[in-house]
């Protein structure tokens, strides 16, 4: 069998040297090359790969962004992430996207193989160093979800205002309640989410999206 991939990279460097490498044993075609992700989905509606390596630092249109739109229309393909970014938030987000396969950039052209391949046969393919981070995160969160589960609804108004910087009085007058109230209802937080201080409980805040930061 001979794998249909198409590659997505604004490097045109990056996107010659992969077609090089990955066609050198015949056992994969490289159908596609586009510069940016608009491209990319203009492509995807005339040719029709099995596998996508997408780059996510793109121009016009992330690879993230791509992956979204790959998955609101049902779009029939496969696909890898390869980037430079080992960052566990890049992952965690591809993820829960829905990603096929994620590969760092300096990965051996074997293991993007390999990773082509599961992906094909409907496995999902994550590079082997970077499971124990992802591992660990997902536990992370999941810890974090029975922590917000612990608080009720006025703790959870109240998380989320002094998150984004209200002192105590502000929140009391926002919320219409005593400023004493307001510090006890805190200190139950801090012990519900495991911390000892506004920033962190606004960092656990931010890091569960449970307050905006622009």
Not at 46 to 59: G, K, N, R, T, Y
């Amino acid at each position: 069998m001979i794998a249909k991939i198409m590659i997505v990279d604004n490097h045109s460097m990056v996107r010659e040297g992969l077609k090089k490498l990955l066609e050198y044993d015949g056992d994969i075609k490289v159908v596609g090359e586009a510069n940016d992700g608009i491209e990319c989905l203009h492509l995807l509606q005339e040719i029709v790969p099995q596998v996508l390596l997408l780059d996510i630092d793109m121009p016009k249109m992330d690879g993230l962004k791509v992956l979204e739109k790959i998955k609101e229309e049902n779009i029939d393909v496969k696909v890898i992430i390869l980037t430079v970014h080992n960052e566990i938030e890049y992952l965690l987000k591809a993820v829960s996207i829905g990603v096929d396969g994620y590969m760092l950039k300096d990965s051996e052209s074997l293991e993007l193989k390999k990773a082509i391949f599961s992906v094909i046969e409907g496995e999902v393919y994550i590079q082997p160093s970077l499971i124990p981070m992802l591992n660990s995160k997902i536990v992370e969160r999941d810890i974090d979800k029975i922590k917000i589960g612990k608080l009720t609804r006025r703790e959870m108004e109240i998380l989320k205002l002094l998150s984004i910087g209200l002192s105590n009085k502000e929140i009391g007058e926002k919320l219409k309640i005593s400023e004493r109230t307001v510090k006890n209802h805190i200190s139950s937080i801090f012990r519900k989410i495991d911390v000892t201080d506004r920033t962190q409980a606004a960092v656990f805040s931010i890091r569960n999206n449970l307050v905006n930061v622009f």
